[in-house]
T-cell receptor
């Protein structure tokens, strides 16, 4: 079946270091969304990428969609303690449903 | 703007019992999703409604799970009978239309003993 994998599963960084999580789909995607889930909370939408090779920035966060529309990445520059949480990508392979990735749990050490 | 509402927030039941969850999406949102999130995993789509029609329920265990969205607004998800492996957080989300930003509710944490 269709799968969306993320690496790494866990990442511990010192505050101020950079962080990157990678998302890989077994099938071509129509679009991809990124969500952040704080411990004990629910997923919160960060961004959606639609075009092949698209790059979007939100302050310290940079999102990329691969040329083949099968992979994506999220890069955080100079992490802060407020960045703690689990980051999920969610890919839409067709018209309707989204398949969530396995998630990357980020811990930031002050 | 009010967010997605879910109730109850927590539920503890014994295996073989039944349970129901309720979700009220953001007003005007045509698409409603029910996800199951097991601890340490990503949300798994159980069922997706477009207005009051089902567009995907391929991962819904239909022998025990059922869901409805009457009048294209709020929705209920039922489990009958529950199994131990149903212990999870059940998340409801809505979006203006399929393929757009999803807004999640706080979830219902179900524990089956």
């Amino acid at each position: 079946g269709q799968q969306v994998m993320q690496i790494p599963q866990y990442q511990h960084v010192q505050e101020g270091e950079d962080f990157t999580t990678y998302c890989n789909s077994s099938t071509t995607l129509s679009n991809i969304q990124w969500y952040k889930q704080r411990p004990g909370g629910h997923p919160v939408f960060l961004i959606q990428l639609v075009k092949s090779g698209e790059v979007k920035k939100q302050k310290r966060l940079t999102f990329q969609f691969g040329e083949a529309k099968k992979n994506s990445s999220l890069h955080i520059t100079a992490t802060q303690t407020t960045d703690v949480g689990t980051y999920f990508c969610a890919g839409q392979p067709g018209t309707y449903k989204y398949i969530f990735g396995t998630g990357t749990r980020l811990k930031v050490l002050a | 703007e009010a967010g997605v509402a879910q109730s109850p927030r927590y539920k503890i039941i014994e295996k073989r019992q039944s349970v129901a969850f309720w979700c009220n999406p953001i007003s005007g949102h045509a698409t409603l999703y029910w996800y199951q999130q097991i601890l340490g995993q990503g949300p798994k789509l159980l069922i997706q409604f477009q207005n009051n029609g089902v567009v995907d329920d391929s991962q819904l265990p239909k022998d025990r799970f059922s869901a409805e969205r009457l009048k294209g607004v709020d929705s209920t998800l039922k489990i009958q009978p529950a199994k131990l492996e149903d212990s999870a957080v059940y998340l409801c989300a809505s979006s203006l239309w399929g393929g757009e930003e999803q807004y999640f509710g706080p979830g219902t944490r179900l524990t089956v003993t």
